[in-house]
Antibody, heavy 122, light 107 residues
């Protein structure tokens, strides 16, 4: 079955660190563009970060310098290392795959995980 | 950063009616716009990519149009399962951004 499964969400104090994992099955993360997208409670969607097949990475300004996206091809897993967490980082974090057709990547997300909740609070 | 403004915020319609949702970009984004549907407690689902291309498995009642700064998602005849929140998202430049969403609710 083709799917993404996130894990690692938790209640964490402001200033703390957390690492989220996104395990893929049915396809290889190494051959795909993979992103993290978050959604604060009752709010809209916010793109967070992306990792390209050539290891290129981009970040939203709101997380730049604090979050790091990475990939372990042997585990077929994408990670999001989150440092210096703030209350405004509280959200469900989704892992998502960019749609690819004929080797063209569209950066529209055709596969999503179920999400993992991160709560930043003292 | 490109700002996407969706309107209306809420659309109250009955099953069988036509829904027209708008997404306006703060600068030109060619056709680099996607539409998603999200139901409560679920992840978003890709409906349309590059303004007018239906994603795999999306029914033909969903259609997208537009280019430049003004885009439209049309649901030709609402089915009960179509009542949800819809988001647009651009891929023109960094950062990728989403619109604030339009909720399509049952009238």
């Amino acid at each position: 079955e083709v799917q993404l499964v996130e894990s690692g969400g938790n209640l964490i104090q402001p200033g703390g660190s957390l690492r989220l994992s996104c395990a893929a099955s049915g396809f290889s993360v190494s051959n795909n563009y993979m992103s993290w997208v978050r959604q604060a409670p009752g709010r809209g969607l916010e793109w967070v970060s992306i990792i390209y097949t050539d290891d290129g990475r981009y970040y939203a300004d709101s997380v730049k310098g604090r979050f790091t996206i990475s990939r372990d091809n042997s585990r077929n897993t994408v990670y999001l290392q989150m440092n210096s967490l703030r209350a405004e980082d509280t959200a469900v974090y989704y892992c998502a795959r960019s749609y690819c057709k004929s080797n063209i990547y569209y950066n529209a997300f055709d596969m999503w995980g179920q999400g993992t909740m991160v709560t930043v609070s003292s | 950063e490109i700002v996407l403004t969706q309107s209306p915020a809420t659309l109250s319609l009955s099953p069988g009616e036509r829904a027209t949702l708008s997404c306006r970009a703060s600068q030109r984004i060619s056709s680099y716009l996607a539409w998603y549907q999200q139901k409560p407690g679920q992840a978003p689902r890709l409906l349309i990519y590059d303004a007018s291309n239906r994603a795999t498995g999306i029914p033909a009642r969903f259609s997208g149009s537009g280019s430049g700064t003004d885009f439209t998602l049309t649901i030709s005849s609402l089915e009960p399962e179509d009542f949800a929140v819809y988001y647009c998202q651009h891929r023109n430049s960094w950062p990728l951004t989403f619109g604030g969403g339009t909720k399509v609710e049952i009238k």
